[in-house]
C-alpha cells in the first residue's frame, strides 16, 4: 500500500516530483494525466461560451478569455459592415450588425443550426488599455423560445432565425446567406426588446471595438469598427474600417 510519500496522480495531493494534482487522471484540465502542468497558453475545456477562449495559465488555472477571434472572415470591402448599438430604455434596447460583402462561403459553411450544430454566438469586443472586454454577448441557439414555432427556417442559399420573443438573449432576427462568388455572403443580427443586456456606453473604442458572429464549429464573421459616426451615452453607431 503507497505510503503518504508516494506520488500517486490523481489523489488531490502534491508529492514528489508532481506539480499538480486535481484529484483526477483527466486530460484538458490543465493539470495532465501524470499530475504535470499543461504549457501555459495550451487549450483547456471549453465553457461553451463561443465568446470567450479557454487557454491554461502558468499556475494551471483554465483561464476564460473574452478575446475576439484573429481568424474571422472580413469583409472583402472597407465599409461593408455596420455596427449600432442603442440604448432606449423601458424594453426598447436594440443593437443590429450587419456583415455584407464578404468572401465566397458556400451555404454548407454554415451547418445545419436549427439543429445545433452549431450554436451561433454574436459578441462585441471593446478594445481600450491593451485588452478586451466583452461587451456584449448573446446566443442564438436552435432550443431559443420561439413561441412553439421552429426557430431556423433554411432557404434555398441561407438560413433565416425569426424569434420575435428574443429569449434568451435578445436575438430576434439572424440570417447566414451562403455566397459562392466573393462579395455575395453576408451575415446578420438583430437584438432588441427586453431580454437585451446592452453594455454602458459610450463605448471606449480606445483604439477600436470589433463585432463577430462566432459558432461553436469554430466559424467566425467579423468586422473591426475604429472610427465611429457616433458614440454617446446613447447611441454607438460605426462602419467598418
Known amino acids: 500500500m503507497p505510503s503518504s510519500c508516494t506520488a500517486v496522480c490523481g489523489d488531490s495531493r502534491i508529492v514528489?516530483?508532481?506539480?499538480?494534482?486535481?484529484?483526477?487522471?483527466?486530460?484538458?484540465?490543465?493539470?495532465?494525466?501524470?499530475?504535470?502542468?499543461d504549457a501555459a497558453g495550451s487549450p483547456c475545456a471549453d465553457d461553451g461560451n463561443a465568446c470567450s477562449t479557454e487557454v491554461c495559465g502558468a499556475t494551471g488555472v483554465c483561464q476564460h478569455l473574452f478575446e475576439p477571434d484573429p481568424t474571422c472572415l472580413l469583409p472583402i470591402e472597407p465599409g461593408k459592415a455596420q455596427l449600432?448599438?442603442?440604448?432606449?430604455?423601458?424594453?426598447?434596447?436594440?443593437?443590429?450588425?450587419k456583415w455584407t460583402k464578404g468572401p465566397a462561403v458556400s451555404k454548407a459553411t454554415f451547418g445545419t443550426p436549427s439543429a445545433g450544430t452549431p450554436n451561433y454566438w454574436f459578441c462585441?469586443?471593446?478594445?481600450?488599455?491593451?485588452?478586451?472586454?466583452?461587451?456584449?454577448?448573446?446566443?442564438?441557439?436552435?432550443?431559443?423560445?420561439?413561441?412553439?414555432?421552429?426557430?431556423?427556417?433554411?432557404?434555398r442559399s441561407s438560413w433565416q432565425l425569426k424569434n420575435k420573443a428574443g429569449a434568451p438573449n435578445g436575438i430576434v432576427a439572424m440570417k447566414l446567406q451562403a455566397g459562392l462568388e466573393a462579395g455575395k455572403s453576408k451575415v446578420q443580427v438583430t437584438m432588441k426588446g427586453s431580454f437585451v443586456e446592452l453594455p454602458s456606453l459610450p463605448l471606449?473604442?480606445?483604439?477600436?471595438?470589433?463585432?463577430?458572429?462566432?459558432?461553436?464549429?469554430?466559424?467566425?464573421?467579423?468586422?473591426?469598427?475604429?472610427?465611429?459616426?457616433?458614440?454617446d451615452g446613447t447611441l454607438y453607431k460605426a462602419k467598418s474600417d
Not at 423601458?90 to 443593437?95: E, L, T
Request: aromatic share 6%; charged share 20%; glycine share 12%.
Open 204 to 231: 471606449a473604442n480606445d483604439p477600436r471595438v470589433i463585432a463577430q458572429l462566432r459558432a461553436s464549429d469554430g466559424q467566425c464573421y467579423g468586422a473591426t469598427f475604429s472610427t465611429p459616426n457616433t458614440n
Open 16 to 37: 514528489g516530483g508532481e506539480q499538480c494534482d486535481d484529484g483526477n487522471t483527466a486530460a484538458g484540465d490543465c493539470c495532465s494525466a501524470t499530475c504535470q502542468l
Open 84 to 97: 449600432k448599438v442603442q440604448a432606449r430604455g423601458a424594453g426598447k434596447d436594440q443593437a443590429q450588425f
Open 124 to 155: 462585441v469586443y471593446d478594445e481600450s488599455g491593451g485588452g478586451s472586454i466583452l461587451a456584449l454577448g448573446a446566443t442564438a441557439s436552435a432550443d431559443a423560445d420561439c413561441s412553439d414555432k421552429v426557430c431556423w427556417v433554411e432557404k
